[in-house]
């Protein structure tokens, strides 16, 4: 089956600092979306982005999808950013589910 | 509801004892999902319904598991026999109709933590 690896595992930042998660994924996707899992452990949705880019507010996610890769950029991070940001793709095998990524863990210190 | 709705939140089970999670989809949303997730893990798929129609229900790790979605709104998730394997939080996800459109928007709802003793 498809596999999702992202990169980087573990993120340590200090308040204001900028940072990029990546998303390769082995196999062609439709649907591509990024979330937020905070400490409470609720899944947020930050991006559904099958292909281009999109911005909202301190956060952009690209993806391009013929080279099977996404990108999620958070600008000048906040402490509430902390908590881990998973990737996911719907699986190709047309079954509308969707596989997730191993994840970041994404620490913003004050 | 503005969101997708879940209980119980928490849920502790002796080894054995029968357990229903329950899952309200946001309105109008006509799939749902199912998903798994462990301590340290993503979430991994269990089952999808299409209305009351359950679809896929490949990723249910053995006929321990149930689901159902009887009018094809609420829907549970039944584990008969509960095993210390079967403690993590369970997720409950819904978007528009996947038979008409390819937008898969998938929304979350905020999970039942289920721990077996």
């Known amino acids: 089956g498809i596999q999702v690896e992202q990169s980087p595992p573990d993120l340590i930042l200090q308040e204001g600092a900028n940072s990029t998660l990546r998303c390769n994924f082995s196999?062609?996707?439709?649907?591509l979306q990024w979330f937020h899992q905070n400490p409470w452990g609720q899944l947020i949705n930050l991006f559904y982005i099958p292909s281009g880019t999109k911005q909202n507010g301190r956060l952009s996610a690209t993806t391009v999808a013929t080279e099977r890769y996404s990108l999620l950029y958070i600008s000048s991070s906040q402490t509430t950013d902390s908590g881990v940001y998973f990737c996911?793709?719907?699986?190709?095998?047309?079954?509308?589910?969707?596989?997730f990524g191993t994840g970041t863990r994404l620490k913003v210190l004050a | 509801g503005a969101g997708v709705s879940q209980s119980p939140r928490y849920k502790v089970a002796k080894r054995g004892q029968d357990v229903a999670l329950r899952c309200d989809p946001i309105?109008?949303?006509?799939?749902l999902f199912w998903y798994q997730q462990a301590l340290g893990q993503g979430p991994e798929f269990l089952t999808y319904?299409?209305?009351?129609?359950?679809?896929?229900k490949s990723g249910l790790p053995s006929d321990r598991f149930f689901a159902e979605r009887p009018e094809g709104s609420v829907s549970t998730l039944k584990i008969q026999r509960t095993q210390q394997e079967d403690s993590a939080v369970y997720l409950c996800a819904s978007s528009l109709d996947l038979a008409i459109i390819t937008y898969n928007e998938q929304f979350f709802g905020p999970g039942t933590r289920l721990t077996v003793l």
């Open positions: 196999d062609s996707v439709n649907n």
């Open positions: 319904f299409q209305n009351e129609a359950q679809l896929d």
């Open positions: 309105s109008g949303h006509v799939s």
């Open positions: 996911a793709v719907e699986d190709p095998s047309g079954t509308y589910k969707y596989i």
